[in-house]
């Protein structure tokens, strides 16, 4: 950009307003609610014009002014009734990337997830910086590396709704557990998310749920909505109780609707459990998937008495009963 | 050619009888190394052979009772899109590819089975692809068969879900090549076996080898549930057993599907109307997916019902990357190890084959069998 032309302008912040903004990655942020209301307060008391507004004029049958950085304190302006604000100007010929480069540089302490650096390739996209500029410049400006096997993982992660986005930034997901979401279907993300606002969802729950719940769906033939719409999904998700409370009932009745022969093994297993082993003085465990034949039984002495104790106990009648009937699921 | 877009010869096997059959067509160079897993299937490389190809089958466990049979890779990827296919998970170059060097293919086989020749080696050629699925494929196997003719200790298996048998049926084979066949019913090869021949088409295919003096085998596996799968098993055995004798089945295997977490994702990004990934599965200590320990033990019962009604009840059968207590479950008994279910093996064919085993197997010498 060495050698162009910048020059201060009063612009018409009405006129800023009439005109589609095509750099409005900042608009998008705010839409997320990701805008921190007090900043252009709080930037003019602190650095007061040093950070000025940028836009730049283009001519195609007649001037546009498009708004590359400033958003916040545009808005801040008209709010407050400012009619023109002092604006820097960048020639109409600087090169598309170069502007978005602008765009960046202002957004980057925003843009500190894999969500949102999902959201700003897609941004760059679809303002058609070449895939050759994004990998190339932008990725690495970006922190990532410029594979287009990366790029491809980010862009799949930013076609997911936004409200998912949201999500996997406020949690500060990784891009792998966002692949993870990216992996189902847009419909399913977000009835999902919608539905699931009241429980506490982390970031492997909400993975292991929609898993499953995908498979349920396929498995029964039905939709999402359908889904959301049955009674026990209702009746666990209408319920009044702490977010916590009810993310673990969700994910109990998910896992039941998942596994529904497993589960009533289960069921069955820790009846027995409870009747003749529970409150011994060793624990009886086996594998939950039910692939191996083994149960482990163990105990923790302090000195023969105990010892003598614990061979007592597990000699007992009842203890070989219930030996006897788990090993018979296993 | 019709299934492929291009054929690639490296310059090395040019000459040899599989490097000439595509001629003017190929291409002549090294393997376009194509990336896209659906794409490679449309490009055949044929190449010669680099390092070694025969080893013990990848999938052994010792976790597992596992038939230790040995494989020679020197087939990779397949023509055919099974929505189940681990390949689609594995492949870095999923060029369609084969090596063209069957001469030295068998002196490995054969420096390597000298050095045991009381034991029975089942070799296969179906670890990274269909043994037989298109042209020039099923002329490598042509070309094996006549070698493994000669070869006392040592059995051919191919594996196919395809119907292209014609080079295999008037060679020399000294029945020492043993043609199988995956097996599930129709709306499984309909719906998850995309591209493969037909259930009809395997079986003429399967009678007609049969009548050309191959000891059949009969691989019901992966099993796959889905609703009505009961009565479609029982249409299917029925099948097999009016175009086969039970008497010319060597063997039959049963194994139900499994895939790892991360297949789970590739199956459903690339099929995502199959619905084989939906169903009550658990991942076992090999970080595989299967059905539930009791569905699959219903499965493989009914199975064997089946056989058994068939009067395939004394072919022997076996389960692939099962548990002893599986075994126990579905037979009543179990193998103690590896090396025995390699020894009852041996034991089946000697008895019922005598003419494919000519050395009594010697149980002491299997059970000693480290892997």
């Known amino acids: ?330 | 050619m019709k299934r492929l877009k291009s054929v690639t010869v490296h310059p090395a096997v040019r000459a040899s009888r599989l490097g000439k059959i595509f001629d003017d067509q190929a291409i002549p160079g090294d393997s376009p190394r194509i990336p896209d897993y659906r794409e490679g299937k449309r490009h055949l490389y044929i190449g010669p052979k680099k390092g070694k190809m025969f080893h013990v089958c990848a999938s052994l466990d010792t976790r597992y009772i596992c038939c230790s049979t040995h494989v020679i890779s020197h087939i990779s990827n397949c023509p055919f899109e099974c929505t189940y296919c681990f390949l689609q998970n594995y492949l870095t170059d999923t060029t369609l590819s084969l090596v063209a060097d069957t001469g030295a293919i068998l002196d490995e086989i054969r420096e390597k089975t000298v050095l045991q020749p009381w034991r029975l080696f089942r070799i296969g050629t179906w670890e990274l692809g269909d043994s037989i699925a298109i042209p020039p494929l099923n002329q490598a196997a042509a070309e094996l068969v006549e070698g493994f003719s000669g070869m006392p200790n040592c059995i051919l298996k191919l594996r196919t879900k395809s119907a292209e048998v014609e080079p295999l049926l008037d060679i020399d084979h000294g029945r020492k090549t043993v043609v199988s066949w995956t097996i599930n019913p129709r709306q499984v090869i309909t719906r998850e076996e995309i591209g493969t021949a037909g259930l009809d088409a395997r079986l003429d295919a399967m009678a007609r080898v049969s009548s050309a003096g191959y000891p059949i085998g009969l691989h019901f596996d992966p099993m796959i549930l889905f609703p009505g799968w009961e009565k479609a098993y029982r249409q299917t055995v029925q099948e097999i057993f009016d175009a086969v004798s039970p008497e010319e089945v060597i063997w039959i295997s049963i194994g139900s599907l499994r895939f790892n977490p991360e297949m789970k994702k590739k199956i459903e990004n690339n099929y995502p109307a199959s619905t084989i990934t939906a169903q009550e599965m658990v991942l076992g200590d090999d970080n595989k997916f299967r059905y539930l320990r009791p569905i699959r033990v219903d499965m493989y019962r009914h199975l064997l019902d089946l056989l058994d009604e068939h009067g395939a009840g004394h072919c022997f059968t076996y389960l692939c990357m099962e548990r002893w207590n599986v075994w126990h479950e579905v037979f009543g008994r179990y193998p103690m190890s590896i090396g025995h279910l390699d020894f009852l093996m041996a034991q089946s064919v000697y008895n019922r084959f005598p003419e494919i085993c000519a050395c009594k197997p010697d149980r002491q010498k299997y059970l000693a069998l480290e892997y």
């Open chain 1, 1 to 330: 950009m060495r050698g162009l032309s910048f020059f201060i302008e009063e612009i018409d912040t009405s006129e800023l307003f009439a005109t589609e903004q095509p750099y409005a990655f900042s608009l998008l942020l705010k839409r997320l609610g990701l805008w921190d209301e007090t900043w252009p307060f709080n930037s003019f008391q602190g650095t007061g014009l040093l950070s000025p507004v940028l836009v730049q004029k283009v001519f195609n049958k007649r001037e546009k002014i498009l708004l590359v950085d400033g958003f916040k304190r545009i808005e801040w302006a008209r709010a407050t009734q400012i009619s023109t604000v002092s604006c820097l100007v960048i020639p109409e010929d600087i090169p598309l990337a170069d502007v978005c480069a602008l765009v960046l540089a202002a957004q980057k302490p925003w843009i500190n997830t894999p969500a949102l650096k999902a959201l700003f390739l897609r941004f760059l996209l679809n303002l058609e910086v070449p895939r050759e500029t994004i990998l190339n410049r932008f990725m690495p400006l970006l922190g990532l590396g410029p594979a287009e096997s990366l790029l491809r993982k980010y862009l799949k992660i930013s076609a997911m709704p936004e409200t998912v986005l949201l999500f996997c930034h406020e949690k500060r997901f990784s891009m792998k557990r966002c692949l993870n979401l990216a992996h189902h279907k847009k419909g399913l993300l977000e009835t999902f998310f919608s539905r699931t606002r009241g429980l506490h969802l982390s970031a492997s729950l909400a993975e292991e749920l929609l898993d499953n719940i995908n498979d349920i769906l396929k498995r029964e033939g039905m939709s999402p909505e359908q889904f959301f719409e049955t009674i026990d999904v209702r009746r666990v998700l209408d319920q009044n109780t702490d977010a916590r409370v009810k993310a673990s009932s969700f994910r109990e009745l998910i896992r039941r609707l998942k596994f529904p022969v497993l589960t009533e093994i289960e069921k069955d297993m820790n009846q027995i459990h409870k009747r003749l082993l529970a409150g011994r003085r060793f624990n009886v465990n086996w594998d939950r998937a039910l692939e191996n034949r083994q149960l482990h039984i163990n105990t923790a002495i302090k000195d023969t008495d105990e010892f003598r104790s614990v061979l007592y106990e597990l000699q007992k009648e009842e203890t070989l009963k219930g030996i006897e009937a788990l090993l018979s699921y296993l």
